[in-house]
């Protein structure tokens, strides 16, 4: 095949199912997924106030396990892996030598030697194949997932109800950042409590030919208290409103978790070496002397909209770049996450604008999250 020619996209288990919703697809990462079913601005507010259902088969899960697993993943990884606790999940990040972010993820340790790493879907092989050539000299294996999986997630604040009525696993226990094995309408599944939303609700791992099964019963639970099926258009504004960073626009392998102000992620206290951990020393400690730019939100006093690489400006001088921009459903404003230079990152500092097609749109700067649920 000729490199001109364009790549098969891939489908995930519910492709049909998608379409029969008359869901708007798009090429997402290699994956034809769905983008809406309807109105975009309805589908983030069901989930903000009701329930919203999501394929998120896209994403990679990789396996790792044996004697060593922890061991490989503390090398590997920024966090201490270590440390969680069989049931528990972690987000932690996967960085070069230099210090640049490969990928940010979720870890869960599903036993005392077995781990489930979960990448996003555009950056899946870069961190299995960093996984698997870090694991040289260790006794672990690095396992390829991505096809035994089909990743349902139910979020929004009536997500608890629906999914209770159909399972007896102990929800109330589940804690946010947990999992546990069992068992939704019939289907077995590993039940986490996390999300990309800002809502409470859960991510469903279970095999792809009981992803048709689940979503349906899913469907049914939540006919009652207004679900409804939602794209990956909402889950990019609604992760925008509870400031989570989106890999490829807030992350990047030219940035380092302490210039993403993520240097919490990085655990220099764990035993052992770990890749990256000398450049990240020495990031931390440039941005303890000089402050990078930091990422900071920005709330539109006007109505124009802007987007990723637009330049943010003050007194005529460029003073750093949008990274995600929409408009937001909850303020009824365009928001946008941006990294700015320190002096103009206090939020309420005045006279900044982004530069939309030459014209100044004055913005205000706030800080990160533009929303955050009530408990």
Known sequence: MSSTEPTELRHTALDALHRSLGATMTDFAGWDMPLRYGSERDEHIA??????????????????TGAAAADLLNFALVGNIASVGVGRARYTMICRADGGILDDLIVYRLAETEYMVVANASNAQVVLDALVERSAGFDAEVRDDRDAYALIAVQGPESPGILKSLTDADLDGLKYYAGLPGTVAGVPALIARTGYTGEDGFELFVKPEHAVELWQALTKAGEGVGLVPCGLSCRDTLRLEAGMPLY?????TSLT??????????????????????????AAAEAEQNPPRVLVGLVAEGRRVPR????????GEVIGEVTSGAPSPTLGKPIAMAYVDAAHAVPGTEGVGVDIRGSHEPYEVVALPFYKRQK
């Not at 989930?47 to 790792?64: N, Q, Y």
């Not at 978790?257 to 020495?282: H, I, Y």
């Not at 990723?308 to 003050?314: D, E, L, M, R, S």
């Open 47 to 64: 989930v903000r106030t009701k329930a919203g259902l999501f394929d998120l088969s896209h994403m990679g899960e990789i396996t790792v």
């Open 248 to 252: 490829g626009h807030e992350l990047t």
């Open 257 to 282: 978790p302490f210039d993403a102000g993520l240097g919490r992620v990085v655990k220099f206290e764990k035993e052992g070496d770990f890749v990256g951990r000398e450049a990240l020393t020495e």
């Open 308 to 315: 990723a690489g637009y330049a943010v400006v003050a007194g």
